[in-house]
């Protein structure tokens, strides 16, 4: 038998493409590595499911990276988000029994807060569509044989099974333990695409020891905050959110999405001191504490200020003062290296030297993969193999945290999935 669409991967881009193509009439099978899908689903938003963002859909393309360009990845997704766009997913599952709800921060997730529920529902829903699920099928290769394609197994080698068209919707390289293989990138490849290098993104930061040392005492320690990112003392990146002191370095959604710029030996600068103004601004305010306040030790004043107590303990400690110093006591040249610490702006931030970024098991997503200039955004079919599909995170597309990887894996699933079963439909009505 010849399927009319065959999906690779069983995650959210992979069910809900082979749900997608059913809908429109056509068989429909998934083919999963694992004993059984969506494991990456299940562990997503701490077990609760963020699955995706409020606001207008508008807004979504700004949050991605990925392609040759800046803004290459908004503009590929833009037909995909405004195809089935956050307002969609969630009239989607609400139509069907799974409500959805925005938290302060905007970010959406089932009611429930539980991701069991959306798998149990995606898994019902294409049981109830008639897709076909295989698990525990691992594809090692791909072939195209008379405008068909043909799909090999582990461990033999084995031919598994036919398609008329093909959705690559394998996933990243992040998190190996939730079913990440890798695989994907080598089937494209082999088909004839070009992919781009992946590498661990939405991961946290080791920062160099000798930096950090006056730091880690802070563990734990949150702040929302501006941030920027610094190569050959040139700014190359900028954000702004929560962050997160960890035991070697930082972490937090602002670190997080900064991540995907961040190279060793770059500079992150954190403004320590939440709300502050620019520099100038955050000098004049010092001076004017310190006028204020001369006999105050420099952390009861950073205290004073409003910065947490340990980080002001650390700032101190990393600029080489006493514990005890007066602020009256400080040189200006130390006053302008505080102010600087703390403040916002293009001049301000603490710098924390960044040693490397966190590996394959703490990213949770990867940056690269299939280049999006061999894929027509419009239905996501490959520029190079005709009827071979590609949706989800397998793409050369990474999206920020709070909703928008996964908003971006149901989108490009359901159009991928869509297009392969119409371009399917049009091969069985040619045969
Ligand atoms: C811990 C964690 C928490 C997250 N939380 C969120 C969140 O709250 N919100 C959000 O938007 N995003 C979150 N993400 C990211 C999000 O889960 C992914 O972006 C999303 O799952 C990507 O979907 P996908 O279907 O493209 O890939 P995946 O979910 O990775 O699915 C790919 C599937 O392909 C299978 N596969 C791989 N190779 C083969 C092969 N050779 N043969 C057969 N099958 C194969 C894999 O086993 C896997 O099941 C989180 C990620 C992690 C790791």
Not at 97 to 109: E, H, S, T, Y
């Amino acid at each position: 038998m010849v399927w009319d669409v065959v999906v690779l991967g069983g995650g959210p881009a992979g069910l809900f493409a082979a749900i997608a193509a059913a809908e429109e009439g056509v068989r429909s099978i998934v083919l999963e590595h694992l004993p059984s899908p969506g494991r990456k689903l299940l562990a997503s938003g701490g077990g609760a499911c963020n699955l995706t963002h409020e606001g207008e859909v508008a807004d979504f393309l700004a949050h991605y990276g990925g392609g040759d360009r800046p803004g290459d990845a908004g503009r590929f997704l833009r037909p995909a988000l405004y195809g089935f766009s956050n307002t969609d997913l969630v009239h989607w599952f609400a139509q069907r029994g799974v409500p959805l709800a925005g938290d302060p921060a905007g970010r959406v997730f089932p009611c429930s807060r539980r991701a069991g529920d959306v798998l149990a529902f995606l898994l019902a829903t294409a049981r109830r569509r008639r897709v076909e699920l295989r698990t525990g099928v691992r594809i090692r290769s791909v072939g195209v044989e008379r405008s068909r394609f043909v799909v090999f197994g582990s461990p033999e080698g084995d031919p598994v099974l036919e398609g008329t068209t093909l959705v690559l919707a394998t996933g990243g390289r992040s998190y190996p333990t939730l079913g990440a293989t890798g695989d994907g990138y080598r089937l494209a490849a082999s088909l004839g695409h070009s992919v781009v290098p992946p590498r661990p993104a939405l991961v946290p930061l080791r920062i160099e020891r000798r930096a950090f040392a006056p730091f880690a005492p802070c563990a734990g320690v949150s702040l929302s905050t501006a941030l920027s990112l610094v190569r050959n003392l040139k700014k190359v990146a900028s954000g702004h959110g929560e962050i997160l002191f960890t035991h070697r370095g930082l972490s937090g959604p602002a670190v997080l999405d900064l991540s995907r710029h961040v190279l060793p030996g770059d500079v992150v600068r954190v403004g320590l001191l939440a709300g502050a103004g620019d520099l100038a601004a955050t000098e004049a305010r010092l001076g004017a504490e310190i006028a204020a306040h001369g006999k105050r030790t420099v952390t009861n004043l950073l205290q004073g200020m409003g910065m947490v107590a340990c980080l002001a303990r650390a700032l101190v400690s990393s600029v080489g003062l006493d514990g005890g110093t007066k602020a009256a006591e400080l040189r200006r040249d130390v006053r302008h290296t505080l102010a600087a610490s703390l403040a916002a702006g293009a001049e301000g931030g603490h710098p924390f030297p960044v040693r490397s970024v966190g590996s394959w098991n703490e990213a949770m997503v990867t940056a690269g993969g299939v280049r999006l200039a061999e894929v027509d955004p419009k239905m996501l079919q490959s520029r190079l193999v005709p009827g071979l599909f590609f949706a989800g995170e397998f793409l050369d597309v990474d999206g920020d945290t709070g909703g928008y990887n996964l908003q971006a894996a149901f989108s490009t699933g359901r159009l991928a999935g869509r297009s392969a079963a119409e371009l399917a439909r049009g091969r069985l009505s040619q045969r």
